[in-house]
């Protein structure tokens, strides 16, 4: 039993390169979540969605898009990648407000 | 505007004393409110919550504690132990199942 899985673990990106990251789940949990993590800052809402086909912006959706075909996988895509968007990924997943469940986290550095 | 708010960015204990973290939040919609702890290049897990309904809420070493007037809430760690040393999010959510958190608060447990 994975819970949530993120691929890649690291990245280093150069300015104006995109790049996806997957987020996979295997508990049939409906909402999925992409946050960012900053010093000082915690955690962000990037993008969510309610279920299979939904997606909606959170609190900094800018420079990013997110898919969600498939109920288990949620893709967040940066098209140009900026250096404001080095950061710590997390993807998460819930049934329930309190039922969260975070991958291990993605390290992106775009220079 | 950040919604939830931990002011201390960190917080050194020793070891078999109690640890009490504080969080204030601004928004009067949340209703649920939820701690996670935080170990280096994992993601969060999700360790206690509690519901506006009530004023306390313990499982085992950790007790939080809600004052829905103030608009505060605080995590109580006794004893603390040296496994206790990780970072800590408060989180909090309305009736739509986004969390937001608050920036962290990196507890040590000395020896």
């Known amino acids: 039993n994975a819970g949530v899985t993120q691929t890649p673990k690291f990245r280093v990106l150069k300015t104006g390169q995109s790049m996806t990251l997957l987020c996979a789940q295997d508990?049939?949990?409906?909402?999925m979540y992409w946050y960012r993590q900053d010093p000082g800052m915690g955690l962000r809402l990037i993008h969510y969605s309610v279920g299979e086909g939904t997606t909606a912006k959170g609190e900094v959706p800018d420079g990013y898009n997110v898919s969600r075909l498939k109920k288990q996988n949620f893709l967040l895509g940066l098209e140009s990648a900026a250096p404001s968007q080095t950061s710590v990924y997390f993807c998460a997943t819930s049934w329930t407000n309190y039922g969260y469940t975070f991958g291990s986290g993605t390290r992106l550095t775009v220079v | 505007d950040q919604q939830v708010k931990q002011n201390s960015p960190s917080l050194s204990v020793q070891e078999g004393r109690i640890s009490i973290l504080n969080c204030d939040y601004t928004n009067s919609m949340f209703d649920y409110f939820l701690w996670y702890k935080k170990y280096p290049a994992e993601g969060p897990t999700f360790l206690i919550s509690i519901s506006s309904i009530k004023d306390k809420n313990e499982d085992g070493r950790f007790t939080v504690f809600l004052n829905k007037s103030a608009k505060h809430l605080s995590l109580h760690i006794v004893p603390s132990q040296p496994g206790d040393s990780a970072v800590y999010f408060c989180a909090a959510s309305g009736n739509d199942y986004k969390l937001s958190f608050g920036a962290g608060t990196t507890v040590t447990v000395r020896a």
């Open positions: 508990m049939n949990h409906e909402y």
